[in-house]
């Protein structure tokens, strides 16, 4: 049943930070990355924005059901490839004030997310 909750917590989450991601770019990015998305980088960052704001409905179990093994997969995978990109970021590049609560949220959620795969 927690296992539950972490999923749909998972999912919520990836859905309000592509939304915030979609209308105002710039706040997420000077959070994380310390500068404003210049160039093609503020449509790059709606698409991402869209793009987790989609794997979240695609994940929001639904009330009479388990989570979906393959939407745990999905979060999963997602979890594991942000921390690394984002930790990776954090060593190379100057970044901003939110990154390593980024990289640690990610972290976070990729191991609460494990129990539910090995089961």
């Known amino acids: 049943?927690?296992?539950?909750?972490?999923?749909?917590?998972?999912?919520?989450?990836?859905?309000?930070?592509?939304a915030i991601l979609i209308t105002v770019p710039?706040?997420?990015?000077?959070?994380?990355?310390?500068?404003?998305?210049e160039s093609i980088g503020r449509p790059l960052a709606r698409w991402i924005g869209i793009t987790l704001f989609a794997l979240g409905?695609?994940?929001?179990?639904?009330?009479?059901?388990a989570p979906n093994g393959r939407a745990v997969l999905g979060l999963?995978?997602?979890?594991?490839?942000?921390?690394?990109?984002?930790a990776w970021v954090g060593v190379?590049?100057?970044h901003g004030l939110a990154l390593w609560p980024v990289v640690i949220l990610h972290g976070v959620i990729a191991v609460?997310?494990?129990?539910?795969?090995?089961?």
């Not at 710039?26 to 998305?37: A, M, N, Q, T």
């Not at 999963?76 to 984002?86: E, I, K, M, S």
């Open 1 to 18: 049943m927690a296992q539950r909750y972490v999923v749909k917590a998972a999912a919520w989450l990836e859905i309000i930070v592509g």
């Open 26 to 37: 710039d706040v997420p990015c000077l959070l994380v990355f310390g500068s404003k998305p």
């Open 57 to 65: 409905i695609a994940c929001v179990p639904s009330r009479n059901a």
């Open 76 to 86: 999963f995978v997602f979890n594991v490839g942000a921390t690394v990109l984002f």
């Open 92 to 94: 190379v590049t100057v």
């Open 112 to 119: 609460a997310l494990l129990p539910q795969l090995v089961t």
